[in-house]
């Protein structure tokens, strides 16, 4: 690049219910970027969806554990076709000012209006290189029903579901009748971080079920229990010659008072589940979900890095999803993973800015014109 600093916008906070953990995530990934090489520039998004400038020092070196999005301030306009420029706007929206170009914009943003395509689509319109999924890839491992969906007809192990869109309506013995257990699973379809996922096992629970997860989608997944379940985890990473690899693996062990993974036992109670890495599996078995995290990752069309999930039935392997912009958090599984797989944060962060970089100089070999 000509010897500078390369300048790294770092995206976070959001309109969606993973606000605060994505402001977690981005504190974490903020510390792991080597400020020899990085230029960083910080944007908060706010909950109402406004983007704006935040202090550059905002938790660097303070061992923060979440980055602060500024309510009010200049706001900060990506430029469409600008190749990274952007403008600054000061409170009054009367005066402008241009910003130097952003060199790649890390998105470290979650759920909705940040994972699912949205921002990936405003940031190709603005031509500036991004760090993750594109569009398509973001969109589809979204929606957990369109991406259950898929990897059903590629002949991946599923777990069986069912979908309704409000204001559709099931009661507990079709849903039963429908993914055959007692036990039921009900989330949000475009949701991550376990936000409106409960656990049913009457129909009391699951009218209540179905109530909470409608309060985040209006579409909601109903999932069969895995017995005697083990959830694993998988941290795949493409690099900018475009292989990709996958991590050594992970299990998260919840606390027996939560039952499952949930938001709380991830967020809240320090508690809450145990994360064993190295995952304790049979190193043939091992091999075996290492690649199916990758024609997972390749199924759904995802580029850069995804954590894929699993759960674990005595041999049985079942996916159960893929997050294109997993938790960064200091608890998180993605880099942790990574980290056992013998690639520290840091070095993380290179391959990842280097294949939004590479994949950005691809693209305009394309040619869009006849």
Known sequence: ??????????????????????????????????????ETVLIGITREGRWIAADARNGAGTGSTALVVPQDGPQVSLLPGGGGKALLTDDTGSQARPLPAFDVVFPVLHGPHGEDGTVQGALELADVPYVGSGVLGSAVAM??????????????????????????TIDYDDAVQAVGTKELFVKPANMGSSVGVSRARTAEEFAEACKHAFRFDRKILIEQSVPSVREIECSVLED????????ELGEIVPDDKHGFYSYDAKYIDAGGASLVVPARLAPDLSEAIKLLAIKTFKVLCCEGMARIDFFLSGQDVFVNEANTLPGFTNISMYPKLWETSGLPQSKLMDVLIAHAIARHRRSRTVSVHR
């Open 1 to 38: 690049m000509d010897g500078r600093k390369l300048r790294v916008a770092i995206l976070f906070g959001g309109r969606s219910a993973e606000h605060d953990v994505s402001r977690a995530s981005a504190a974490n990934v903020l510390r792991s970027l080597d400020q020899d090489r990085y």
């Open 143 to 168: 929606d957990k029903d369109v991406a259950k969906r898929l990897l059903q007809d590629a002949g991946l192990p599923m777990a069986r579901f069912i979908a309704i869109t409000a204001p559709s």
């Open 240 to 247: 900018a010659s475009g292989e990709v690899r996958a991590s």
